[in-house]
Nanobody, 120 residues
Framework: QVQLVESGGGLVQAGGSLRLSCAASGTFFSIYMMGWYRQAPGKERELVAFITSGGNTNYADSAKGRFTISRDNAKNTVYLQMNSLKPEDTAVYSC??????????????WGQGTQVTVSS
């Protein structure tokens, strides 16, 4: 239903910033929610932040005050601005979407992930 293309990952020093982008394309009526998850080596995948179509946001405690999620509805794109990065933020960050699609059903999709590495 939905193809999610992520960009913006990379290597940054502690205290630095990165901006992740995720563009959604495909056949769907609307996007309920888009968000970012991350998975560090040896750990479970965890929610970082999500944003609804109405602009409501939710953040993991580890992201509050440092990360900002936003979206451009016209471009079906979600952004994650990450500031004051720490080595513990190192992980593969994956985009997630919930859309209203074929048959007026809700579909969930994932991007392939982008690596974020924060050096100390």
């Amino acid at each position: 239903q939905v193809q999610l293309v992520e960009s913006g990952g990379g290597l940054v020093q502690a205290g630095g910033s990165l901006r992740l982008s995720c563009a959604a394309s495909g056949t769907f009526f609307s996007i309920y929610m888009m968000g970012w998850y991350r998975q560090a080596p040896g750990k479970e995948r965890e929610l970082v932040a999500f944003i609804t179509s109405g602009g409501n946001t939710n953040y993991a405690d580890s992201a509050k005050g440092r990360f900002t999620i936003s979206r451009d509805n016209a471009k079906n794109t979600v952004y994650l601005q990450m500031n004051s990065l720490k080595p513990e933020d190192t992980a593969v960050y994956s985009c997630n979407s919930h859309v209203l699609g074929k048959g007026l059903r809700e579909y969930e999709d994932w991007g392939q992930g982008t690596q974020v590495t924060v050096s100390s």
